[in-house]
């Protein structure tokens, strides 16, 4: 089985460690950024959309307030959090800006990519952006996330970035190659796994422990990534970060370990609206509407007859044609109140009729699933 081709896939997301970025004594490590950056911009410059999930806030920001090595209490991690966040967005903007790109900063927590509203708020932010060709750099809000509602690692965090931005790759740069059938420090027999196939309980039980002192993940949570990212139908690479060009030295061929994915990010997202989600409502559309649907646009308030059920903005809803048959489920971009409201309407009329300038789909196509695509 042949590794896939890295420059070959259209979006990307990058997970950068604490450990590979910052110094144990706080500061930033200049010379591998920039190298990175070269890297990145070369995939950037060939087409693709990157993504950059970036720890090293509070490992930059204990230093400046003097925390020490020790473990820090959470208000001291959001304080160090709170300071380091701004010496790391500058350095990610000063470095891309050397190659002419735009960063955008987007700091997120778990709430954000788990509960619908504000999920899809997200996804398209993330996706004007990359619309303009801008590169999000992204962290965990450590600043107001609790460790009850936190990720606590940026390798399930960017896990989800991927999915969320629809990416078809998720590299996780470490400290370490790939997965070993045990963890090398402790068995010098490990053997080295270059492809997964398919994450089982047997590769689940290779995934050995701690990570380095400025690290909060190790290879079980990148595991757990893995899970995500594949599901989500995203490509996942671990590869060794620790040397210059990290992503220039896995397209000439050094060695990493990749997880497939048995899908693509389009064919999970709809198995997840049309198959997983339990409908909050209906919307019951005219011929016209339908006929659009069918050919591959969105759904606009005008078509809409009539509204039923109570549900939220970016809940899941039932569309049905005239005679009361299904032809599709999607993600809704209006309250009930609100939908009722601009049934039947021009786009136009949106912001007058509502007092806000909403979104001119009630359900864009990328969140729409005709009957049949989203349950095989």
């Not at 900063?105 to 509203?117: A, F, P, S």
């Not at 909060?216 to 490509?235: D, L, N, W, Y």
């Not at 569309?319 to 048959?325: F, L």
Request: proline share 4%; charged share 25%; glycine share 12%.
């Amino acid at each position: 089985m042949n590794n896939p081709d890295l420059p070959s896939f259209r979006r990307i997301v990058i997970k950068v460690g604490s450990s590979l970025l910052v110094e144990k004594s706080g500061g930033l490590k200049e010379p591998w950024l920039k190298a990175l950056v070269d890297d990145i911009a070369d995939l950037h410059g060939a087409g693709a959309d990157i993504l950059v999930v970036s720890s090293g806030a509070i490992a930059m920001g204990r230093d400046v307030l003097k925390l020490g090595k020790r473990v820090l209490e959470l208000e001291e991690a959001q304080a160090a959090a709170a300071v380091g966040q701004i010496a790391l967005a500058r350095a990610w903007s000063e470095s891309l800006a050397g190659h002419g790109i735009t960063a955008a900063q987007i700091l997120l927590t778990y709430g954000d990519t788990e509960e619908r509203r504000r999920y899809l708020n997200a996804r398209a932010t993330i996706g004007m952006l990359l619309g303009h060709r801008a590169i999000p750099v992204i962290n965990e809000n450590d600043t107001v996330a609790t460790q009850e509602i936190r990720y606590g690692d940026n390798d399930r965090l960017a896990a989800r970035v991927g999915t969320m931005a629809s990416a078809d790759c998720v590299i996780l740069l470490s400290d370490i190659d790939g997965l070993f059938t045990a963890p090398p420090q402790k068995d010098p027999k490990a053997e080295f796994v270059p492809i997964v196939p398919r994450i089982t309980a047997a590769i689940e039980a290779m995934a050995g422990g701690a990570a380095s002192e400025l690290s909060r993940g190790g290879m079980m949570t990148k595991i757990e990534a893995g899970k995500i990212a594949t599901s989500g139908g995203a490509v996942m690479l671990i590869a060794n970060g620790t040397k210059l060009h990290p992503i220039r030295a896995v397209c000439e061929g050094a060695r990493c370990t990749w997880f497939l994915s048995p899908s693509t990010p389009v064919t999970a997202r709809k198995r997840w609206i049309g198959g997983t989600l339990e409908p909050s409502g209906t919307l019951t559309v005219d011929d016209g509407a339908a006929s659009a649907m069918r050919a591959g646009k969105s759904l606009l308030p005008a078509g809409v007859r009539r509204v039923e059920g109570s549900f939220n903005r970016g809940d899941c809803v039932v569309v049905r044609g005239m005679d009361g048959g299904e032809i599709a489920r999607g993600l809704v971009a209006y309250d009930a109140v609100d939908a009722v409201q601009i049934a039947g309407r021009s786009t136009r009329d949106i912001e007058a009729v509502l007092g806000y300038a909403g979104r001119k789909e009630i359900i864009h196509r990328d969140d729409l699933v005709m009957s049949g695509e989203g349950t095989s």
